[in-house]
Structure formats: structure tokens, C-alpha cells
């Protein structure tokens, strides 16, 4: 790898992502910890991964996603060089609907929700309360409330997408709800 100034915003974007419509203007800054050794880039939305091509090389680098919306590399180099100029790029996305799916471990007295999307925060809300309840994830995209009373539905559901925000979908969970049923939010991100 010759150095950072030699790159230009040669960046692959994989959509297996959080955006919030379908043509979003993707931008990316050059982050406060990019040095002649480093390079930080931050972007303006969710993307699941960030690789960047030498100018005039063949190989794509993977960058580590370093915290929410900041990627970066580290490099050997021999000498210091200046930090790169970047530019926005206009990246067209697929996006998803966002769908629930009742988990297995589904019962009167608990509810388990496998989502399609990686999401923040989930909060659920039985009909005719005024409270958002949190559920854990327990796992990768699953997220889980125990109750000591039985659940009543119909559930609204709030949740924070990656990309910043919450959405709300009222009643998507029916009151006869069952393991393995799917429920589309109507939300695409």
C-alpha cells in the first residue's frame, strides 16, 4: 500500500444495511483520528461495510467499523504522507421492510421477536397502555420480554433504527399470535 494520499473515495458500500430510503446521498468525512498512518472515515448513515481501493490498484481493503458510523484502517507505511480528499458519493440502496418474526420461546407470559434488520432498541406497547416496555436482545436480531402476568395483545412495537430514529407501528402484533408467524411493519429502512 503506497499511502493515503493515493486514494480517492473508491468506496463498495454492501446494502445489507440500515438506510432510510431508497436513493439516500451517502457522504463520507474524513474522521479526527486519520493521521499519515490512518485513515477514519465517518459517514452520514448505517452501512454494513466499507472497503477503499488504492488508486490504480487492484485489491479492496475492508475498514473496521470503529463505532457507530466511523470506519478505519490502520497502515505501515514508510514516511508520512497528507490525508486523502474525499468526496460524497450518490449511492443508490435497497431497501427493507421491516418484519417481526414471533420467536419459539413465544408464550402467554413471553415474547420473542426475530427481526430482518439490525435495529438499536425495541419496545413493545399492549393495547390500551400508555407504556413502552424494553425487551433484551438476546441474540444477534432477537429480542425477548418475560412477564409475570400474561401478555395481551394486540402489540405496538417501537424500535430505533441503526440509521437514528424511532418508528412506531401500532397493533402489528395480533392478540392470537403465534410462533414462527411473520408481521410486516409497512416501514421500509
Known amino acids: 500500500m503506497a499511502s493515503l494520499s493515493s486514494f480517492q473515495l473508491a468506496v463498495a ?3 445489507l ?29 448505517a452501512i454494513s461495510e466499507v472497503e477503499i481501493k488504492e488508486k490504480g490498484g487492484k485489491d479492496w481493503v475492508a ?16 514516511r ?5 480528499a474525499l468526496r460524497g458519493a450518490k449511492l443508490s440502496f435497497i431497501s427493507y421492510e421491516v418484519t417481526f418474526k414471533v420467536g419459539e420461546a413465544s ?20 393495547k390500551g397502555s400508555k407504556d413502552w416496555v424494553a425487551l433484551k436482545e438476546s441474540s444477534t436480531n432477537t429480542w425477548t420480554i418475560k412477564s ?10 417501537r424500535f ?16 392470537s399470535f403465534t410462533a414462527g408467524s411473520e408481521y410486516k411493519s409497512g416501514i421500509n429502512i
Not at 483520528?33 to 477514519?40: N, Q
Not at 508520512?80 to 486523502?84: H, Q, V
Not at 409475570?148 to 412495537?157: R, T, V, Y
Request: aromatic letters at 4%.
Open 160 to 175: 430505533l433504527a441503526k440509521n437514528g430514529g424511532y418508528r412506531v407501528v401500532d397493533d402489528v402484533i395480533p392478540e
Open 17 to 45: 444495511l440500515v438506510v432510510g430510503s431508497c436513493a439516500t446521498e451517502v457522504t463520507f468525512k474524513v474522521g479526527e483520528g486519520s493521521s499519515g498512518k490512518s485513515l477514519e472515515l465517518v459517514t452520514n448513515v
Open 63 to 78: 475498514l473496521k467499523e470503529s463505532s457507530t458510523n466511523t470506519w478505519s484502517l490502520k497502515m505501515v507505511m514508510d
Open 107 to 126: 408464550s402467554g407470559k413471553s415474547l420473542e421477536l426475530v427481526t430482518n434488520v439490525a435495529i438499536s432498541e425495541v419496545e413493545i406497547k399492549e
Open 148 to 157: 409475570e402476568a400474561p401478555l395481551k395483545g394486540p402489540f405496538s412495537i
Open 13 to 15: 458500500v454492501a446494502a
Open 80 to 84: 508520512m504522507e497528507a490525508k486523502p
